[in-house]
């Protein structure tokens, strides 16, 4: 029998809270984990970190990478024709996990503090450019555009190198940003970001690598 949707949530409105909680516990539980994920994620990161600092993101962070490079959401199968759209549970919760601290790194450097933001930057760039080597993560096709982030990390990253660095460190970092840029149609528009933050010395010196490495840019 099919449940019709604004029928059962008009007997939701008139039952009491204890009687909404027991069916909300067992919801959760017939939920599988990314269903899960999808419906209570937000909130139980806003609660369970809602206190949490720089340095514990850090180490956080410092974990998840631990954890991606040791293969713990690495979940392989054999793929066919049948089942080659589906996406293990760990390689989901792996690409919401990169999310949130991508979105929380963010939010370090609206509160400028960008060299620790900075550190979690490098660490969470790494992980994902090991992810793109194949053994982190497992799936017929995937990518950081399965990435479900709220903040545009990318441009973050770029302001908070282009406070703290010199002009060499700041090209040698983002350059590589250019190139993955230009792998992808210039879909994350990697240059203009640059050149939006980037002091005369530094964007000088991202010229010079863009014309000595034949970077395209459109």
Same mark, same amino acid.
């Given at each position: 029998?099919?449940?019709?949707?604004?029928?059962?949530?008009?007997?939701?409105?008139?039952?009491?809270?204890?009687?909404?909680?027991?069916?909300?516990?067992?919801?959760?539980?017939?939920?599988?984990?990314?269903?899960?994920?999808?419906?209570?994620?937000?909130?139980?990161?806003?609660? /369970?970190?809602?206190?949490?600092?720089?340095?514990?993101?850090?180490?956080?962070?410092?974990?998840?990478?631990?954890?991606?490079?040791?293969?713990?959401?690495?979940?392989?199968?054999?793929?066919?024709?049948?089942?080659?759209?589906?996406?293990?549970?760990?390689? #989901?919760?792996?690409?919401?996990?990169?999310?949130?601290?991508?979105?929380?790194? /963010?939010?370090?450097?609206?509160?400028?503090?960008?060299?620790?933001?900075?550190?979690?930057?490098?660490?969470?760039?790494? /992980?994902?450019?090991?992810? *793109?080597? *194949?053994?982190?993560?497992?799936? #017929? =096709?995937? *990518?950081?555009?399965?990435?479900? /982030?709220?903040?545009?990390?990318?441009?973050?990253?770029?302001?908070?190198?282009?406070?703290?660095?010199?002009?060499?460190?700041?090209? =040698?970092?983002?350059?590589?940003?250019?190139?993955?840029?230009?792998?992808?149609?210039?879909?994350?528009?990697?240059?203009?970001?640059?050149?939006?933050?980037?002091?005369?010395?530094?964007?000088?010196?991202?010229? =010079?690598?863009?014309?000595?490495?034949?970077?395209?840019?459109?």
């Amino acid at each position: 029998m099919e449940i019709n949707k604004k029928t059962i949530f008009k007997i939701f409105e008139k039952l009491k809270k204890p009687e909404l909680l027991e069916y909300l516990k067992s919801s959760f539980i017939e939920m599988e984990d990314k269903q899960r994920r999808a419906v209570f994620q937000e909130l139980y990161n806003e609660t /369970t970190n809602k206190n949490i600092n720089p340095k514990q993101l850090y180490s956080k962070i410092v974990a998840f990478h631990k954890k991606s490079v040791n293969g713990e959401y690495y979940a392989p199968f054999n793929i066919n024709s049948k089942n080659f759209r589906n996406i293990p549970n760990e390689t #989901d919760e792996w690409f919401s996990e990169m999310s949130y601290y991508l979105d929380e790194t /963010t939010n370090l450097v609206e509160k400028k503090e960008f060299k620790i933001a900075n550190q979690c930057f490098e660490i969470l760039h790494d /992980t994902i450019e090991e992810m *793109g080597n *194949g053994e982190v993560v497992f799936a #017929d =096709e995937y *990518g950081d555009w399965m990435l479900v /982030t709220k903040t545009d990390y990318e441009d973050a990253y770029i302001k908070s190198l282009a406070q703290i660095e010199e002009e060499d460190k700041f090209a =040698e970092k983002v350059v590589p940003l250019l190139v993955k840029d230009s792998y992808q149609s210039f879909s994350s528009k990697i240059y203009s970001k640059i050149k939006k933050v980037a002091n005369s010395k530094q964007l000088k010196k991202v010229q =010079e690598q863009i014309k000595l490495k034949n970077i395209r840019l459109k």
